[in-house]
């Protein structure tokens, strides 16, 4: 008999289980993509009964959904709890078993906990208390895991004490720390563009790439009270940390010995620990940081947003310079960019390549070549694709140049909607794969790149930039591609 999976949501009145988790579980439940069959028991500290909680979830979900869901809803179960009161896990423990059937301890269950960070630690402690962990290394059946969202601290001691005060009850197998990037099918093709492919491999060096840019550009500004909780992050802890280091490692790493997930791990762990520490008398240098002022596309700036505290230094913009330490990339800079309220909504990754030494057209007045010919652009999101570029003959006499493009485009697959982070994410955890999940040495020597150009901030009086909402950035943020050919993506 093919025992069910139970996934039992912490914090399942929140934004994040109606908006992201059911959907994804709903789209993976049609595609006949879940492992076993699955039980949801949703908790919180909210009192409501199992019908209120599917009711509410039937009305918030896109109408393509909604007979699907007629379905899948008597596998959700609601339970009231504060998951942070160990007697309050007791009901729950025995609703679980109940539900489990004869032989609960054969029941795989996986806690997703979507709460706030402050109650990872006490809410797993409880957990533990009431024997909810216990399994073996490994176990087929019976296996208990836990999910936990970002943010995974909020600098690199925090982040330790996390995960020493995780790993107190769990073993690193049953942790899953979640970066949703990570779950992005164009994220994933990085690797398998890289590795998968035998004529990129050659070039992916310092001797032909001459910079590597990657954008995580955002239209949205403070919406709602989103003001509030950004205030006391801001875009470096945001998004950097996180998103863009990790799509870092995925471009720079060595090629890993396979997929699975420690060897996969071990390889971004090195290109982290290669990442040059931006001293405090380079980071005006190196970095650049700016608010949003009123602009095209809104009009107030950062400081007169909602929650926003008068005065506030946070920064919702901000482009690095960063340098790895290795022998393929040394001397090639990774331009890394995120910001709000900007002129585009994309996420890509662009490869520079080398001009070429000479210009055989003639038509530049030195001998530098006056078009980069060849990029190779990785677009994330949205029209999800690779694109080459490079110069061809304009047809006549003459040898006049022009660019030329070579594209590969997702909407060509035939796939009318590539499936959302969230549910390769949730299969993965409850198959146990944990590729790609944080580990976590990983999110320790994110935290210390960060850290150190926080604390270069601080010791200095680095200037806090403006930009027009609605603009590409600020303008010092150009001065980063000092010594390289070009600037930045305008974007897709
Ligand atoms: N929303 C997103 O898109 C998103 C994206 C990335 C990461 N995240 C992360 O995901 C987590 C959840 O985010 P969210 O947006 O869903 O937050 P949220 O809307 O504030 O929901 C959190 C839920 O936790 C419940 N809760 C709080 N204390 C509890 C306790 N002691 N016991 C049981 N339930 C408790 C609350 O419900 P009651 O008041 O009913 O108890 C609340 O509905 C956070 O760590 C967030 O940083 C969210």
Request: aromatic fraction near 8%; hydrophobic fraction near 40%; charge should be negative.
């Amino acid at each position: 008999m093919v025992r069910p999976d139970q996934l039992i949501i912490f914090g399942a009145s929140g934004d994040l289980t109606a908006r992201k988790l059911i959907p994804a579980l709903l789209h993976n439940f049609v595609a006949g993509a879940l492992p076993r069959p699955i039980q949801v028991i949703g908790v919180s500290r909210s009192e409501r009964t199992s019908e209120a909680w599917r009711e509410g979830l039937r009305s918030s979900l896109p109408p393509a959904l909604a007979e699907a869901f007629v379905d899948f809803a008597p596998r959700l179960h609601w339970v009231r709890a504060d998951v942070a009161q160990r007697a309050q896990l007791q009901h729950l423990h025995e609703v679980l078993d109940r539900l489990a059937g004869p032989e609960p301890d054969t029941v795989g269950r996986l806690y997703y906990l979507a709460l706030a960070p402050q109650l990872f630690g006490p809410v797993v402690a409880c957990l533990d208390a009431e024997g909810m962990l216990t399994c073996a290394p490994d176990a087929q059946q019976g296996w208990r895991r836990v999910v936990v969202e970002k943010p995974f601290g909020t600098d690199l001691p925090s982040a330790r004490a996390l995960n020493q005060e995780l790993l107190s009850y769990l073993r690193e197998d049953q942790l899953f720390r979640i970066d949703h990037y990570l779950g992005k099918e164009t994220v994933q093709n990085l690797l398998s563009f890289r590795f998968q492919n035998t004529i990129f491999e050659p070039l992916w060096t310092r001797q032909h790439v001459e910079s590597v840019e990657i954008s995580v550009c955002e239209t949205v500004a403070m919406e709602g009270r989103r003001g509030a909780y950004y205030d006391g992050a801001g875009a470096l802890r945001d998004m950097v940390q996180n998103h863009l280091l990790q799509i870092l490692a995925l471009i720079a790493m060595e090629p890993p010995g396979s997929l699975q997930a420690d060897d996969v791990r071990n390889e971004k762990v090195k290109v982290f620990r290669a990442l040059r520490q931006i001293p405090a008398e380079q980071i005006a240098r190196d970095v650049v940081r700016a608010q949003y002022a009123a602009g095209p596309a809104r009009d107030r700036g950062y400081l007169e947003e909602e929650g926003v505290a008068p005065g506030s230094e946070t920064e919702t913009y901000v482009a690095i310079r960063a340098a790895i330490d290795t022998w393929r990339w040394s001397g090639v800079p990774f331009l890394l960019r995120t910001g709000k309220a900007l002129h585009k909504r994309f996420t890509e990754v662009v490869l520079n390549f080398r001009t070429p030494p000479i210009d055989l057209s003639g038509q530049a007045p030195t001998d530098a070549c006056p078009l980069r010919p060849n990029t190779l652009r990785l677009r994330i999101q949205p029209h999800e694709g690779v694109v080459w570029s490079f110069l061809v003959k304009e047809p006549g006499a003459g040898m006049e140049m022009r660019m030329a493009e070579l594209g590969f485009d997702y909407a060509d697959l035939g796939v009318s909607q590539i499936p959302d982070a969230y549910q390769r994410l949730l299969l993965d955890a409850l198959e146990g794969t944990s590729t790609l999940f944080l580990r976590g040495d990983e999110v320790e020597a994110a935290w210390s790149f960060i850290d150190t150009i926080r604390a270069g901030w601080e010791a200095t009086d680095a200037p806090i930039h403006t930009y027009p909402a609605g603009s590409p950035g600020p303008e010092p943020a150009d001065a980063l591609f000092h010594g390289c050919e070009g600037s930045w993506s305008y974007g897709p």
